[in-house]
Nanobody, 123 residues
């Protein structure tokens, strides 16, 4: 039912900003959670942030807290990740995902994924 397509990645200098978008083809249920994860070469896919689709409460990885903001638009369902004060360590492929039941910071517990968008932050 739910399909995800990320966009907005690219090359940016350290200290700069990017906004990632994740278009959602099917309207998420209010009980769903939507998250952003990232995967760098040689690393496991790691949690970045999630949002409760209905209620809107959020959680962030410590590494991005205060710099990244997750949000969603319900009317034309879209998940966003506003990334400010970017660091080279943020370089990764960023994926959006949907989990149907409960909040989770574990990638394997998400039910649907996009194909990812590359974010590269230069020193």
């Amino acid at each position: 039912q739910v399909q995800l397509v990320e966009s907005g990645g690219g090359l940016v200098q350290a200290g700069g900003s990017l906004r990632l978008s994740c278009a959602i083809s099917g309207r998420p249920y209010s009980s769903h959670f939507a998250g952003w994860f990232r995967q760098a070469p040689g690393k496991e896919r790691e949690f970045v942030a999630f949002i409760a689709w209905g209620a809107g409460w959020t959680a962030y990885a410590d590494s991005v807290k205060g710099r990244f903001t997750i949000s969603r638009e319900k009317s034309e369902p879209t998940l966003y990740l506003q990334m400010d004060s970017l660091k080279p360590e943020d370089t990764a492929v960023y994926y959006c995902g949907i989990r149907r039941r409960g909040a989770s910071r574990i990638a394997s517990e998400y039910d649907n994924w996009g194909e990812g968008t590359q974010v590269t932050v230069s020193s």
